[in-house]
């Protein structure tokens, strides 16, 4: 009886599941990394020691030196030369030694193992130093929470490691190292890791991040990011060349997201390239993504540097550029007899990475790119013809600039355009027919920085998600067009965030997932392998009523998948109409809901808004179902 009162007053969606229409992209929805928000060094990368190798401008910063420490730089590593000298303070009673104060603390795991490795030399050809992890403020008896000894018996630079197990979890740490005994000695390349990493690699990321990113089942994963490729200047643009090879060797980098926020000012935002080209493709690897490049153009920030042409490099001279982009692609993709293969292989990976694509620029605009881009264009045609190219129009998601973008990624036959929109929710509610009338013959679309921004609301709200979904269902029902999706930014530190919503939070021993990380992965896993026609009475469901929907087919799990947003603040009466379906026992559900608009989740509350799965019936090839205001569903249906 419910179902047919239902029926009769419903709002009916439509889906033909006999016409399959466009292939959706292995590479649909992805992610995209960029270390803003402390999410490299102090997040994903899993070195819990700040400025290791004594590099940074300010060469203790992160450091507290007590005793006879000494500063040099004739160290092992030509790119790395710093490191420091410990001696006798001359009286028994006194100390030598030094203090790191990890990123807002160093996190500790109750029963953890965590590796410390310490490159070292003793002039006098043995000498020892005392290992600690300590809380600094610690009311207690000692605020010693674990220790060991370690021995130094050569003159020579070698690497030395110690196992270390914590007692207890902290979340605020520090690592104390001390001179004992009389005999100097040298160190170089601090470092402490977790035994446990994703993985377990040596030079390894965090484990927690790392599996949210694999769990979410990404198919595209954009790296290493966006303004900083490109640097306030050149001279602090990322270099990929500076972060292969071994880790002690890989030289610092001054991150542009140190300085670009006065409000928001953290002066020890440093890359310490650990976290390099290397590691992000075998990161892509894990996580079963295709990997996106992004490099520089030769361009400084432009917004940073506007109309100033002679911040960036002359188009006669970007040769040293373009060079960098083929031999990227050789890195990943040439045999172990190739320069760059070699390389590759020499850190431990034989087999290519198999990248497919690169993109060359970031939100760059106007004929200062587009000058640049060509030859790179035409050098990557060259030499390597399968490699798809992605250009950009620039920042701004419509406009002048953004339609003189398009032109020209037109003329210079890029293969995708990647587009940026951080927008309010007036944005969002009304493009929810974004890409039905893009060119089907041009580009495809990358839709490759995105998120919904609230008006005075800059947080990970759950209604901000909600509009998100909603939006998704347009790049889904444009599948010919829309290859490549990816929300912005990924990772953020609790107390290091620079720019907010951010799809993952994090302390130092804890993260949450928050409710548009939900929304994502509701897409990732569930994206099918070809678009289904879904109207409501023959037009794309985009709003009018206050619901959006998509639908696909999904042919290797044999199965039609409805995804319907509400964004109204009213139920529906809901008649999904399966049209062709034969036979279907059940209906799955999937859904994400909540009564609270500003609700979200949180380090204390990880899970306050999380999918819900359930089960309905269905009759006649039809679903009936009353979907709550505010409310994110999906339905799938076996055949």
Known sequence: MLASMISASAETIEVNVKKVGAPIQPTMYGMFFEDINYAADGGLYGELVKNRSFEFPQAFMGWKVFG????????????????????????????TGLQNEGYFGIGLLKDAEYRFTVWAKAPTGHAQIK??????????????????????????????????????????ANLRIILAGKNPIDLE?????????????????????????????????????????????LATRYQ????????????????????????????????????????YFQLCEDIGADALPVLNVGMACQFQ?????????????????????????????????????KKRAEMGHPAPFNMKYIAIGNEQWDDMYYKRLKPFVNAVRKAYPEIK???????????????????????????????????????????????????????????????????????????????????????????????MTAYAPLFAHIDGWQWRPDLIWFDNTRMFKSCSYYVQQAYMTNKGTNMLPCTMDKKPVAGETGLYASAVIDKDKKEYIVKVINVS???????????????????????????????????????????????????????????????????????
């Open 569 to 639: 603040n009213d139920s529906k009466d809901l008649s999904i109409n399966l049209k062709g379906l034969k036979t279907a026992n059940a209906v799955e559900t999937i859904t994400l809901s909540s009564t609270e608009m500003d609700a979200e989740n949180t380090l204390d509350q990880p899970e306050k808004i999380v999918p819900v799965n359930g089960v309905m019936s269905i009759s006649n090839a039809t679903i009936s179902d009353k979907l709550a205001a505010k409310t994110f569903r999906i339905y799938k249906v076996k055949y």
């Open 305 to 341: 540097n506007r109309n100033n042409e002679a911040a960036h490099v002359p188009v006669d001279q970007l040769q040293p550029y373009i060079q960098d982009a083929l031999d990227l692609i050789e890195f990943a993709n040439g045999d172990e007899n190739t320069t760059w293969g």
């Open 68 to 95: 006879k420490v000494t500063l040099k730089d004739d160290g092992p590593f030509d790119r790395c030369p710093h490191y420091v000298s410990l001696a006798y303070p001359g009286h028994n009673e006194r100390r």
């Open 240 to 279: 990929w060349k500076n972060t292969i090879g071994p880790v002690e060797n890989r030289p610092l980098n001054q991150n542009r997201w140190e300085y670009t926020f006065e409000h928001r000012y953290f002066s020890d935002y440093y890359q310490s390239y650990g976290l390099g080209f290397f590691e």
């Open 389 to 483: 190219i992605v250009g950009t129009s620039g920042p701004d998601s419509e406009g002048e600039m953004f339609d003189k973008g398009w032109k020209a990624m037109k003329e210079l036959k890029a293969d995708l355009v990647d587009e940026h929109f951080y927008r309010n929710e007036d944005w969002f509610l009304s493009h929810g027919l974004r890409y039905e009338s893009y060119d089907r013959k041009g580009p495809k679309v990358f839709a490759g920085e995105y998120a919904c921004h609230g008006k005075g609301k800059k947080w990970n709200h759950f209604e901000a998600s909600l509009l998100e979904a909603a939006l998704m269902t347009d790049f889904e029902r444009n599948a010919d067009v829309v290859y």
């Open 131 to 172: 290992v600690q992890l300590i809380d600094e403020h610690s009311m207690g008896e000692t605020q010693v929470i674990v220790q060991d000894k370690l021995d130094v018996t050569t003159k020579d630079w070698k690497k030395y490691e110690l196992t270390i197990k914590s007692p207890v979890a902290h979340n605020n």
């Open 189 to 233: 390349h601090v470092s402490l890791f977790p035994k446990e990493t994703f993985k377990n690699r040596e030079n390894g990321l965090r484990k927690d991040l790392a599996q949210a990113l694999a769990d979410a089942h990404p198919g595209i994963f954009r790296f290493p990011g966006g303004c900083i490729v490109e640097g306030v200047d």
